[in-house]
Every structure is written in structure tokens, then in C-alpha cells.
């Protein structure tokens, strides 16, 4: 898509949204539009010519974080590495053809977020090429694969390495500096009861009922509960009940019933700490315990990064905002932190249009957003 009236920086977006990559987790159906593999090629091809150094990291079956170094002047004593993600969400076909109007750019990922990956990857190409390069920071480009589902890129880059100083996570956050965001626990609570003819009810245990009175504690009291728990940029932790499934059919007294749970927690909230107090919430209540089941097998912790922490602060002053600040949902930033790197988040556009029909992201803002990183980089140790 020619557009030699955009900045580069539009021009990199507008491409990286016309090259499909939905998560293949989510989507079967279509195998030509999943997977990260023609992003990292095309960001590969991109970066040619400007003497950083390539690496590919496998994650998945076919696919592949990529991480691009640039290296400093002098010995590296520091590292900051910028992690997008490369994944998107299921979109209709359309979707993959930017449009440019009124000053928006539209189309699948604009906002979430290759709107950030464009942004971060054309402040690095830009330090690359015309300098000045830090003299003790090495500087590194990760395109990570699945964040939205379950986080595996991030989960490997933590893992194996490298560590840094600082990871910056592009997520849109209308370009305020984020440092705290609440996890995400996925819980299952399951009663049983003894099935019977729906004729004769008084022979049977309903699990449906005992569900009942628990919902009724969840939906009533458990919220109270809730907001006496504050975190300065978190707020408290909310619940919501996403799924319900129960009995066979209407003529059978149902023996099972199941709930999906959606907790976000706040730091100092894990797993076994929610699942303590639910418990201990049900026998103050006189109910019956149900059983508990993990639905999420990877954590999903909260992110709680020092904002004094000199990187940290250093970006900070490239944002010009004052402060930092906290969102609800869960990033790449957590796993990345939970491997010891601390991390961050920050990238143009809103929230509120990621995974929507039109997604979009302000082009104003986005260049806002190279220049705030490159800035950043500009002034690293």
C-alpha cells in the first residue's frame, strides 16, 4: 500500500495490518490469515541493511518469537528490550485491508497491537540507522507470538533469556506509562447432586439449587467483600460469572452444575489465597462447599513494577506525563516480570477499540508514540 504522503512509521503499520496473523489458537478455520511467521519475515526484511543482529526463538509448533540487537558502543552493562506482540484476534477478512480516514487508520491489529509494534520497531530501525547509539544498553526488538491466548512468547522469552533492565510490553494505553495491571484467575466451582425424575423432584439432590446459593453469595456478598481490598493504581478486585452449565435435560433432577469464574486479582492475591477466601466465605455463609477447579494451567499474576526504578523513571519523563499508572486487563508485562525482567506497558490508541469491529488507532497519536520511544532510546545509558 503506497502511501508516500504518511509517515514511515504509517506506512509500516498499514503493512503489518495487511498481513493477517491471527492467533491460531483461536481461530482453525482459516488457516491462511494464522500465525505470526509472515510478521517476523516482513519485520526481517524490513530491518535489512542496518547491521542489527537476528535471532529466532521457537515457542510453538511453527512458530517463533523473533529478537532483533542493537548493540552499544562499549561494553553492554545494560539492557532494555521492547516486546509487542505479533498475534491478533479473529477478524473478518476485510479486516486486513487498512483504510486511512479522518486521521484513523482501521483494520485488524491497528490498536492491538501493531499499532505499538510499528511504533517500537520504527524508533528502533530509526536508532539503527542514524544513531546515536547508547554507550553501555543493548537494545532489543522482541516480536512475540501468542499473547492472546496464552502468552506463550512471553512466557519463553522469560524463561530462557535474555534478561533486562527493562521490558517495555505494546498494548494500547493512550500512550500513559502503565507499571501495575490486575491478573486474571480462571476458576471452575462445580457442585453434585443425585439425579431423579423430574416427577418425583423429592427423590433427587438438585446441584442446580445448591448452585443457586453460592451464585447468590458471589453475585451479593462476595462483591463487599471485595471493595474493603484497595491497590493505589489498581483499585479493588472484581469478579464476574461468565458460563453456567447444568443437568441433562428439563425431566431429570440435574446431579451436576458448573460455573466459570473470571477473578482479577490485585498484588498480594495468587491462587490459593482466592480459593481460601471463597472457601471461607461459603462455611460463614452454612453452604456447601463446591469443588474447585483450575481452568487457566499457566499463571496469570499481576503486574506491580517500582515506577522509581531509574528506566523506568527515564521513560516516564519521555511520556511528559507526571505519573504512572494501573489497568485492569492482563498483558505480555506479567510473565516477562514473573521471569525477573521488570516490566512495562505503553503504546498508542485505546483499549476500548481493541478486539473491536472497527479497531482503529489515531495516527497522531501513533507517531506521538515512535517518538516518545525513540526519545527514550536516544538518552539510554
Known sequence: ??????????????????????????????????????????????????????????????????????????????????????????????????????GRLYGRGACDTKGSMAAFFQAFCDLAKHGP??????????????????????????????????????????????????????????????????????????????????????????PRFLKERTHPLLGSPTLNIGRILGGTQPNIVADHCTIDLDRRTIPGEDEESVKQELKNLFKQQKLPIPEFVLSRSVPCLPLDTNPNLPFVQSLLRATKKRKTYGVSYFTDASPIAMGGTPAVVFGPGSITQAHAKNEWVQLEELDSAKAIILNFLQKLP
Request: cysteine-free; glycine content about 8%.
Open 133 to 222: 547509539f547508547p554507550k553501555q544498553t543493548e537494545i532489543l526488538f522482541a516480536g512475540l507470538v501468542d499473547e492472546e491466548f496464552g502468552q506463550a512468547g512471553s512466557r519463553k522469552l522469560a524463561k530462557v533469556g535474555p534478561k533486562a533492565d527493562l521490558a517495555i510490553a505494546g498494548e494500547p494505553t493512550g500512550l500513559k506509562l502503565i507499571t501495575a495491571h490486575k491478573g486474571s484467575l480462571w476458576l471452575q466451582l462445580k457442585t453434585e447432586g443425585v439425579a431423579a425424575h423430574g416427577a418425583t423432584p423429592e427423590n433427587g439432590k438438585n446441584a442446580i439449587e445448591a448452585m443457586s446459593r453460592i451464585l447468590r453469595t458471589l453475585f451479593q456478598d462476595y
Open 1 to 102: 500500500m503506497a502511501m508516500p504522503r504518511y509517515s514511515k512509521v504509517t506506512q509500516l503499520l498499514s503493512d503489518l495490518v495487511s498481513i493477517p496473523s491471527v492467533n491460531p489458537s483461536l481461530s482453525t478455520d482459516q488457516p491462511s490469515i494464522t500465525g505470526e511467521e509472515e510478521v517476523a519475515d516482513y519485520l526481517s526484511t524490513y530491518s535489512r541493511g542496518l547491521g542489527v543482529s537476528i535471532q529466532r526463538q521457537a515457542v510453538l509448533p511453527n512458530r517463533r518469537n523473533i529478537l532483533f540487537r542493537l548493540k552499544p558502543k562499549g561494553k553492554i552493562k545494560h539492557r532494555v528490550m521492547l516486546t509487542p506482540h505479533m498475534d491478533v484476534v479473529p477478524a473478518e477478512e476485510k479486516s486486513f485491508k487498512p483504510k486511512i480516514k479522518n
